[in-house]
């Protein structure tokens, strides 16, 4: 088996804790958010919206936009504070990766948190950089509660039409339901992006020891068109595309080391850590997450899909279609490093 089979075990895993972490932050800003969608909908439904001229109208606007701005700066402040933490807890579980996973000793190379941090705030993803992804929530909220509020005063609404309009239905999302879903994509892919950049940056540190990149997806029904395309592609080590490919994008990217030949190396010159997997600068071989997830213990499906469905889903009764564990399980990152310090100890490494 190639080492780089072992390190599509190991990222595959680390990505199953990390949606959870994702998972965690996101209800963490949703709580925050409660308290500014409960402060906009009080401001409106206050005011008789007919009887108040262009000018009143405008003053409202002119309110609900200072409410949001000031509402969403500690939603801000906590996902810029997640992403600081989790760029220096990449790094380091990457590192722990390479001094466990690989047979031999080599000398990798970490790049500081610092390093880090600066190439996820300057590096665009989807077009934009950090801040921009960050102001755009505010923005887009304020922009949406604009137009739903000026349309409905020309249309004649009533109060209770225009509320309605803001927080939704049953059967029609509302201004305030497509905030949220804009705040846990905004969430999921700044953090989808943080941990890419930290293990890019690894990689192009350790170009010596790394030849190339493999883009793992998830290949599940909610794989998009792109990331399905590019799965198990091999990019150059400092080229090409990397995760995030697209809004709350899932895939990652695993190192294909540099074979020992590769490496000037001749096997019987270096002591071996552990027979584990060769280093024959191979890929990983095909694996998707279901077929990855039938190989692990029965107490790890259980813990990802909960035990009913995870009994279906050895009996063959439950198709793989969801990347994500069972709804409400969430960990924080203190959580993820148990787990994943749990995991290399039951691997013996």
């Known amino acids: 088996m190639a080492i780089s089979d072992d390190f599509a075990d190991a990222t595959i895993r680390h990505q199953v804790y990390l949606q959870r972490y994702k998972s965690g932050v996101v209800n963490k800003i949703l709580a925050l958010l409660k308290g500014v969608e409960s402060d906009i909908v009080q401001q409106v439904a206050k005011r008789d919206l007919q009887s108040l001229t262009r000018r009143q109208v405008d003053q409202l606007l002119a309110n609900l936009k200072r409410k949001i701005n000031q509402g969403y700066e500690p939603v801000i402040d906590l996902l810029n504070d997640q992403v600081k933490q989790l760029a220096g807890y990449e790094k380091r579980w990457q590192m722990d990766m390479f001094s466990k996973t690989v047979p031999i000793d080599l000398d990798f190379i970490a790049p500081s948190d610092e390093q880090i941090i600066a190439s996820v705030i300057a590096r665009p993803f989807q077009g934009l950089q950090l801040k921009d992804w960050y102001k755009g929530l505010p923005d887009g909220q304020f922009r949406r509660l604009r137009e739903a509020i000026r349309q409905g005063y020309v249309d004649g609404d009533t109060t209770q039409q225009i509320v309605q309009a803001i927080r939704g239905t049953k059967t029609t999302s509302g201004i305030l339901s497509i905030s949220r879903r804009a705040a846990e994509t905004t969430a999921r892919t700044a953090l989808s992006h943080t941990a890419n950049v930290a293990r890019n940056q690894v990689y192009r540190r350790n170009r010596k020891l790394i030849k190339s990149v493999e883009w793992v997806a998830t290949l599940d029904s909610r794989t998009s068109a792109i990331c399905r395309a590019r799965d198990g592609k091999v990019y150059p080590t400092d080229s090409g595309p990397r995760p995030p490919a697209h809004p709350a994008c899932r895939s990652t990217t695993i190192p294909v080391l540099k074979s020992l030949r590769e490496l000037g190396i001749k096997a019987d010159e270096v002591p071996v850590k552990s027979t584990r997997a060769s280093m024959n600068g191979q890929v990983s071989s095909e694996l998707n997450y279901g077929a990855w997830l039938r190989k692990q213990p029965v ?33 924080t990152l203190d959580q993820l490093r148990e787990r994943e310090s749990a995991a290399w100890a039951k691997a013996g490494l």
């Open 299 to 331: 107490s790890f499906q259980n813990e990802v899909l909960g035990i009913k469905k995870a009994q279906l889903f050895r009996r063959g009764d439950l198709a793989m279609d969801r990347f994500v564990d069972r709804k409400g399980n969430e960990l």
